[in-house]
């Protein structure tokens, strides 16, 4: 999600992003609920009022996010495998 407006307000676009992807044959995985969840509001995210990019919180939430998701699919130890 970005870090504008509300979650329901990107949502209309946020399912024809993920509806694009999928017939192009990619795999989506969707955070947009996760972020809803965490209770902050998108503008909560970014860096400031000047700087829109995502602040360090997002970041974290994001890596956990990905995380949480490989090692459900069994691919976290892998991962640690392809580790130098």
């Known amino acids: 999600p970005t870090n504008y407006g509300t979650?329901?307000?990107?949502?209309p676009l946020y399912?024809?992003?993920?509806?694009?992807?999928?017939?192009?044959?990619?795999?989506?995985?969707?955070?947009?609920?996760?972020?809803?969840?965490?209770?902050?509001?998108p503008s909560d995210f970014r860096i400031n009022l000047i700087d829109g990019h995502p602040n360090?919180?997002?970041c974290a939430l994001v890596s956990k996010f990905v995380f949480d998701d490989?090692?459900?699919r069994g691919?976290?130890?892998?991962l640690r495998e392809q580790i130098p």
């Open 7 to 11: 979650y329901e307000m990107q949502e």
């Open 15 to 41: 399912r024809l992003a993920e509806e694009a992807c999928r017939d192009a044959g990619l795999t989506v995985v969707s955070r947009m609920g996760r972020f809803a969840e965490s209770g902050k509001a």
């Open 56 to 58: 360090a919180e997002y």
């Open 70 to 72: 490989l090692k459900q």
């Open 75 to 78: 691919q976290v130890a892998a």
